[in-house]
């Protein structure tokens, strides 16, 4: 069952302009969530993490906003920039899962063009 | 400090038969997960090992096995491959009781099952 779902497999900006990655999830039992960044022939690598008792977590150019109500969540990078291009990975888990059993997303593929 | 490694980078197998698949830890870290990455679809979590035991599992049938050595290195198995076992094999190490975003991944194993 897809409990974490990414519904744009591909996303193309112009360098220097906003790129937003959205995710949805469906169990409401997810209370961490986290982005990841994978390049070809690499694994993937963390990117920013937010809980569920915030609604906004800020990392340099990337932000991540959390609209629980919602069970929507939204990765911004300002500026883009061309190194940026790579898939990005949401994922989901509830800490009650003593940190196993992570859900991720299909992915969505960033292509920022210079 | 050396990253997580794995090998073999590419295997080739035909339906029915075993593969074993290999996992160097992050130096420091003593706990172990393996995910399946199908073609287009997210990471999913297959088993956790810490200690040299099992700890957690997704929803995958038994011939899916794995080990962990005192090195904390680990070892994913698959029996009677499929061909929908085709997908390419993550594994990432952590601390023990630390967050996901402790949690480092491997470059993987691309399995192709004929």
């Known amino acids: 069952d897809q409990q974490v779902k990414q519904n744009s497999p591909s996303l193309s900006v112009q360098e220097g302009r906003i790129s937003i990655l959205n995710c949805d999830y469906t169990?409401?039992?997810?209370?961490?969530f986290l982005w990841y960044k994978k390049y070809p022939a690499e694994g993937p690598t963390f990117l920013i993490s937010?809980?569920?008792?915030?609604d906004k977590n800020e990392d340099g150019r990337f932000t991540v906003f959390l609209n629980k109500s919602a069970k929507h969540l939204s990765l911004h990078i300002v500026p883009s920039q061309p190194g940026d291009s790579a898939v990005y990975f949401c994922a989901a888990s509830g800490l009650d899962n003593n940190n196993n059993d992570m859900r991720f997303g299909a992915g969505t593929r960033l292509t920022v063009k210079p | 400090e050396t990253g997580v490694t794995q090998s073999p980078t590419h295997l080739i197998k035909t339906r029915g038969q075993q593969v074993t698949l290999r996992c160097s830890s992050q130096?420091?870290?003593?706990?172990v997960s393996w995910y399946q990455q199908a073609l287009g679809q997210g990471p999913q979590f297959i088993f956790q090992y810490y200690r040299e035991e099992e700890n957690g599992r997704g929803n995958f049938p038994p011939r899916f096995s794995g080990l962990q050595f005192p090195n904390y290195s680990s070892e994913l198995n698959v029996n009677a491959l499929e061909l929908d076992d085709s997908a390419l094999y993550l594994c990432?190490?952590?601390?023990?009781?630390?967050?996901?975003?402790?949690?480092?991944f491997g470059p993987g194993t691309r399995l192709t099952v004929l």
């Open positions: 130096s420091g870290h003593n706990t």
């Open positions: 990432a190490s952590s601390l023990a009781g630390t967050a996901y975003n402790e949690q480092f």
């Open positions: 169990n409401s039992m997810f209370d961490y």
């Open positions: 937010i809980s569920s008792i915030k």
